[in-house]
């Protein structure tokens, strides 16, 4: 018997336990950096207004050369799903998998069947020609993907663009990557509706502020702002939106990429150690997923010894042997994988 896995079940829970070392929500530790803090407690003074989109409305549109009119701020990438459920009326909506579970419990929170198309390991998760069925007029992908980490061609995606078909792309660690190499984020040219959503939540330590965005056609841009509710985006979130649209923060943003490349190089050095874990794939992101027989019982060890990582069976298409393992310092990598090495109990070769 198969049971169905919990949808609901995300990285937060498994971090409210105080004193763990956090491999299992993959925000950027360090964060918000004081510049940023020092920015968004300026804005308290003013907290007494409805908050004013205009000026983060614009900075965000500029920053991916889109017009204002094809942007909608969001209360994080979150919201933005359960927008794209209330608003879309899909005949054959398909979600690629392993992915971030959201987008799926969304569609069925509003009552759509959802089809799942599973990307496998001995694939490497890569997209595969035919993957998603020509029927889908609704498709929802990650890039980067979470938690497989893999970054798929821009122009694979592209090709799964076509006439009738709104195609999702979340793009919410797609500032991890560096140089955003396959980012259809500013690109208007496609056919059929290319939607893409973005986070500010995980690169800047914004998850308790809630901030993210869409990035679609008019059009459809005006039916999503048309479900929010009123004022959906605080003041201190927009003053967030704005100034992480600035130069100088994409510059410290584009840094933290290229950290976290290197930090992800050391960490999997260290797992290729191992000689029971694996991993698929070429990872691109803030984390590594692994796949390691006997991963809850080595998951409740390295809690016992201060680790939390994220457990795997609760995204479709893995299962109990798989563990979704946050990039960190190198120092935090060792003392984890030393961790590792007990929990598991075999020895690196
Ligand atoms: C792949 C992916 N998309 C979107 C989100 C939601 O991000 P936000 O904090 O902007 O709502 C998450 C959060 O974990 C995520 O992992």
């Known amino acids: 018997m198969t049971t169905e896995p919990d949808l609901r079940h995300h990285g937060d829970a498994e971090v409210r336990t105080a004193g763990l070392v956090d491999l299992a929500v993959n925000v950027r530790t360090g964060t918000p950096p004081d510049w940023l803090r020092e920015h968004l407690a300026a ?8 908050p004013d989109q205009r000026s983060a409305h614009a900075a965000v549109a500029a920053r991916h050369g889109r017009p204002e009119e094809e942007l909608l701020l969001t209360s994080g990438a979150a919201e933005a799903f359960v927008l794209l459920a209330r608003v879309l009326k899909p005949r054959h909506a398909v979600v690629v998998h392993p ?15 959802v089809h799942r198309v599973l990307l496998s390991p001995e694939d490497g998760f890569r997209l595969t020609p035919g993957a998603v069925p020509a029927e889908a007029d609704l498709v929802v992908i990650g890039n980067p993907t979470n938690p497989t980490s893999v970054l798929h061609p821009a122009a694979g995606l592209a090709a799964l663009a076509r006439p009738g078909r709104t195609l999702v792309i979340d793009e919410a660690f797609m500032d991890t990557v560096p140089g955003e190499t396959e980012s ?15 986070s500010l939540t995980k690169t800047w330590g914004l998850a308790g502020l809630r901030i993210g965005y869409v990035l679609g056609p008019a059009e459809l841009i005006a039916e999503l702002s048309a479900a929010q509710p009123l004022w959906p985006v605080s003041t201190p979130a927009l003053a967030a939106a704005e100034v992480c649209s600035s130069p100088a923060a994409l510059a410290e943003a ?29 990872p691109a992101a803030s984390f590594v997923l692994v796949e390691l027989p006997g991963a809850t019982a080595v998951r409740e060890r390295l809690r016992a010894a201060g680790f939390a990582v994220r457990r795997g069976d609760t995204f479709p298409g893995l299962g109990p042997d798989w563990l979704r393992i946050a990039v960190r310092d190198a120092g935090t990598t060792d003392r984890f994988l030393a961790a590792l090495a007990s929990a598991a109990e075999v020895m690196p070769a």
């Open 43 to 50: 804005t308290l003074g003013t907290l007494a207004a409805y």
């Open 99 to 113: 992915q971030f579970t959201e987008p799926e419990a969304a569609l069925r929170g509003t009552g759509h069947a």
């Open 184 to 198: 259809l984020a500013s690109v208007r040219d496609l056919p059929g509706r290319v939607v893409v959503l973005r």
């Open 254 to 282: 584009e840094q933290a990429a290229r950290t976290t490349a290197e930090q992800r190089a050391h960490l999997l050095k260290g797992l290729a150690a191992f000689p029971d874990v694996r991993v698929y794939g070429e």
